[in-house]
């Protein structure tokens, strides 16, 4: 019985995404290194986002503050309201909003700029004129966005803890220090670190499968949009399935 063509479709290019990656590995670890082009891309993917995560994470913390108020004072504990804003934050929502408005603003660039140059024969001439097009485009943009969006999610969840502070005192009065002790001495060993690694494996997944549709384009302007749109939603699905594996493997190990 013959699959689906839609399913066949999706066999495909994960076996091409998978084939992609296993070049990254095999390319990033043979000299040369282009350092300058990597400290470049350090520096557009995590400088450039920071506002936008910043925004974000404040946002996102005074209201989740905002939100859980009521429902804390109804149950007479509001005085919990720092500990659960700060689990609920670093453990869960911090990681995955920063990792969506990552593969966002990224994804879809990478997508379009490499796409652009697939089209406009850049990458051809690139390999005529003796360098390595997919060690210089892909190796160093992947390894930027997997090193960058950690960084961004401690900074991001460290601005969502500061609007959570700023939510709490809208309608009482608690110290910066005294706030910030009752997060930070609430945290545990498996609130922290599984929350941490999967920053990384989020990162990856958004700097591959943006490179990958950008490297791939075809069919002119068309396929530039295209790749740019695509990619923003395949690293968005990949990442609530990393996070989903993420879960279930900390479950089985008992650090939830």
């Not at 670890?29 to 925004?55: H, K, T």
């Amino acid at each position: 019985m013959p699959l689906p063509n839609q399913f066949r479709k999706f066999l495909e290019e994960t076996g091409v995404i998978a084939r992609f990656t296993g070049n990254y590995f095999s390319q990033v670890a043979r000299p040369r290194w282009e350092w300058a082009e990597f400290a470049r891309q350090c520096y557009l993917i995590g400088y450039n986002s920071l506002p936008l995560v910043g925004l974000t994470g404040f946002i996102m913390g005074l209201v989740l503050t905002m939100q859980l108020r009521p429902s804390l004072v109804n149950y007479g504990v509001e005085s919990q309201l720092p500990v659960m804003v700060g689990i609920a934050i670093v453990r869960e929502i911090g990681p995955v909003i920063t990792a969506l408005i990552f593969a966002g603003k990224i994804a879809s660039s990478m997508g379009a700029e490499l796409g652009s140059m697939k089209v406009t024969e850049q990458i051809d001439a690139m390999e005529v004129s003796g360098t390595n097009p997919f060690k210089y485009l892909v190796v160093t943009r992947v390894a930027a966005s997997t090193v960058m969006l950690p960084v961004l999610v401690l900074l991001g969840d460290g601005i969502s803890l500061l609007g959570s502070w700023i939510g709490v005192n809208i309608r009482s009065v608690t110290s910066f220090t005294l706030f910030f002790r009752q997060v930070v001495d609430n945290f545990a060993f498996g609130d922290v670190l599984p929350a941490y690694i999967k920053t990384w494996f989020f990162g990856f997944a958004v700097g591959v499968i943006g490179c990958y549709k950008g490297y791939t384009s075809s069919k002119g302007t068309e396929g530039v949009g295209r790749a740019a749109n695509s990619a923003v939603v395949l690293a968005s699905i990949v990442i609530f399935i990393i996070d989903l594996i993420v879960v279930q493997v900390t479950d089985v190990l008992g650090l939830n």
